[in-house]
């Protein structure tokens, strides 16, 4: 249950929190009195201008993040939470512990996913020198609750970088592309090195990956899903990384609905054997829709779409093929 402790519970005045909170916010902005948090079990009546007291340090809750899972774009995510860290003036992502297991399909394979505060934690601690990562740290709040503080990163996520936008296709795919395509390279080293280590990030997509404003590189978040055994536990990450590079490479989703009004000479083309094993509305064969994209980039495509005869086993195999063909991009 949410608690709310005097401040003799957690060594804080409430006049000290409101000095902390002015110096950052502005006295206008502060409440009179605020509502001290140590137990976050109730993640969902934890409010804007709360305190949520962790490990002895204050943080002034601001606003929940947003969702964009299966296509739930701005639908509030309660038990994640834009904070302001009242002792550095820091603006913090604060992960609370929410139970939640779903299950998806991949070709003939089914898998079981929950949300896993410890594995987060974990790898938290083998990426906090990794600059392809969010950075953060676990704290238990009163209750024993594993919660995550997430440095905020400032940028865009892979859906508006990696989109075309107004630009048409062939211009944004010879000229903006490429370089794009050498970044996304090292995001999918960042994912190598995890696989390495035994671990996952469980919930590769394009709204995961973000362009950090600060240090323009790509850096991965919210790696808090595992899932259970499989014949190869890589292999979720794997077509997650080529959902991504296909929507890199043709700018936007291209979904047979696009081909049919815009471009129906390629649609009567296409065969279920070029959509996408996961989304079967995507094309993955998109040399057939842009036949000016090389087919050696092309043939990575073909390994995440329906008709695949052979699928990668690891993410070392994907990247010798990607650097492969950027570097042939390069003479194009």
């Not at 392809?132 to 905020?152: C, E, K, Q, T, W």
């Not at 970088?161 to 370089?179: Q, W």
């Not at 000479?265 to 995507?282: C, G, K, P, Q």
Request: net charge negative.
């Amino acid at each position: 249950m949410t608690t709310t402790a005097g401040s003799r519970d957690v060594g804080q005045t409430q006049q000290g929190l409101w000095d902390l909170a002015s110096r950052w916010v502005g006295p206008s902005r502060v409440p009179k009195k605020f509502r001290i948090i140590t137990d976050t079990s109730e993640f969902i009546r934890i409010e804007y201008d709360d305190i949520v007291i962790l490990g002895n340090s204050p943080f002034l809750i601001r606003h929940n993040q947003k969702e964009g899972r299966f296509g739930m774009d701005d639908q509030p995510k309660f038990w994640v939470k834009s904070a302001i860290d009242l002792t550095s003036g820091s603006k913090k992502i604060i992960k609370l512990v929410f139970q939640e297991q779903f299950q998806a399909r991949i070709g003939n394979l089914l898998f079981d996913f929950t949300r896993s505060a410890s594995k987060e934690a974990r790898i938290l601690d083998l990426v906090r020198e990794h600059a392809s990562f969010m950075h953060g740290y676990p704290v238990r709040d009163a209750a024993s609750n594993l919660v995550r503080v997430i440095d905020f990163i400032p940028g865009q996520t892979m859906a508006d970088y990696g989109s075309a936008g107004e630009m048409g296709h062939e211009e944004y795919f010879f000229s903006v592309f490429p370089s794009i395509l050498r970044e996304y390279i090292e995001a999918a080293e960042a994912i190598h090195f995890l696989h390495r280590h035994n671990e996952i990030h469980g919930d590769i997509r394009r709204d995961h990956l973000l362009r950090d404003a600060t240090s323009n590189r790509l850096r991965w978040i919210d790696f808090d899903f595992a899932h259970g055994p499989n014949e190869n536990k890589f292999v979720h990450d794997l077509f997650g990384l080529g959902n991504i590079l296909m929507y890199m490479a043709g700018g936007r989703d291209i979904t047979v609905q696009v081909l049919q009004e815009e471009m129906p000479r390629a649609y009567s083309a296409i065969t279920e054997d070029d959509l996408n094993i996961i989304f079967h509305n995507r094309v993955a064969n998109l040399g057939k829709v842009f036949p000016y994209i090389p087919e050696q980039l092309n043939r990575i495509f073909l390994h995440f779409s329906l008709g695949a005869q052979f699928y990668y086993d690891d993410a070392e195999q994907l990247l010798d093929d990607l650097i492969r063909a950027a570097d042939g991009l390069r003479g194009v």
